[in-house]
């Protein structure tokens, strides 16, 4: 994968899985989508999702709060509402920071002999 500082779509995800194993791009694309499926439906059932060494997927309650419209001076109540969040591994932490970051063109820069992430 490039190491810039853009998104990554899932198509760009499925090829550098299938370069990697072997599997041909159909069957990334499954196995893809089942992982996605899988911790949606646990995050909605109220799960968290542990992938050790990458991190955690849970639900956090944000509480109901009251906050003022600027244009109007109205305030509001904003209801409580549970929120999807993903809490990255100390590991994931670690290799991220061993990654030398570029400043000027804002992008990752990992050299030939770095384990890439």
């Known amino acids: 994968m490039k190491a810039t500082q853009s998104n990554i779509t899932k198509k760009e995800l499925v090829d550098e899985i299938a370069s990697q194993t072997g599997f041909t791009q159909v069957k990334t694309k499954v196995i893809v989508e089942g992982l996605i499926d899988?911790?949606?439906?646990?995050?909605?059932?109220?799960?968290?999702?542990?992938?050790?060494?990458?991190g955690r997927f849970k639900n956090k309650?944000?509480?109901?709060?009251?906050?003022?419209?600027?244009?109007?001076?109205?305030?509001?109540?904003?209801?409580?509402?549970?929120?999807?969040?993903?809490?990255?591994?100390?590991?994931?932490?670690?290799?991220?920071?061993?990654?030398?970051?570029?400043?000027?063109t804002e992008a990752f820069v990992p050299k030939d002999d770095q384990e890439r992430i």
């Open 38 to 54: 899988a911790v949606t439906n646990a995050v909605i059932e109220g799960n968290n999702i542990e992938l050790r060494g990458f």
């Open 61 to 104: 309650q944000r509480k109901e709060r009251r906050t003022r419209i600027p244009k109007t001076g109205e305030l509001v109540n904003i209801p409580a509402k549970v929120r999807p969040v993903f809490e990255p591994s100390k590991d994931l932490i670690e290799k991220i920071n061993k990654v030398p970051f570029d400043l000027e």
